[in-house]
């Protein structure tokens, strides 16, 4: 029974049958003086032909910036994953919850807006309509003032999970 330590995923695995590793994939029986206790993480591992040494400061913060690279994508998956209700919306998650109720009340407002804006147009329609100096004066105003389409609540979420994948929720 021996040690070993896998060279590229750096898995740790203590009194196993050595014939089942391949030594080309694995370090036997590997010295872990130069890394352990000092540094238990191995994350933080070089690996050297059979040679373990603990990373400088500069290659750890290499380490950890890639680290935060993939946790920023990562929350900007979730956050697009959040906007799609599960089949057992138990699983949904607090977070899921409350991203899916903001994209519905930027929904409700939006449409609202348009609602009052084609309100709006429809008052100065009939003012502009109608006779006397009044009309003759609104007659330049143009026939639409504002883009009225409404949207689904299904393009509201792609709209908003688009700007969340491009990274400007993040910025």
């Keep these: 029974m021996a040690d070993v330590l896998n060279r590229t995923t750096k898995q740790y695995l203590q009194s196993v049958n050595t014939p089942a590793f391949d030594p080309l994939d694995w370090i036997i029986n590997p010295d872990l003086s130069g890394v352990l206790p000092q540094e238990p993480n ?5 690996i050297a032909g059979d040679v ?3 990373m400088t400061p500069v290659e750890k913060a290499v380490v950890n910036a890639a680290i935060e690279a993939a946790q920023t ?7 697009i994953d959040a906007t799609t209700v599960p089949a057992d919306a138990s699983n949904a998650g ?12 930027f929904n409700k407002r939006d449409n609202y807006i348009i609602t009052r804006i084609l309100q709006i147009q429809s008052a100065l329609e009939t003012v502009q309509s ?3 100096n009044a009309a003759n004066r ?7 003032y504002l883009a009225t389409n409404t949207r689904t609540r299904a393009e509201a979420i792609t709209d908003y999970t688009d700007d969340i994948n491009a ?5």
């Design 42 to 46: 191995s994350i933080y591992w070089n």
């Design 52 to 54: 373990v040494t603990e």
């Design 73 to 79: 994508t990562n929350n900007q998956q979730d956050a």
């Design 94 to 105: 607090l977070e899921g919850i409350q991203f899916r109720e903001i994209v519905e009340l």
């Design 130 to 132: 109608t006779g006397g």
């Design 138 to 144: 609104l007659n330049t105003l143009p026939a639409n």
């Design 167 to 171: 990274g400007n929720a993040d910025t």
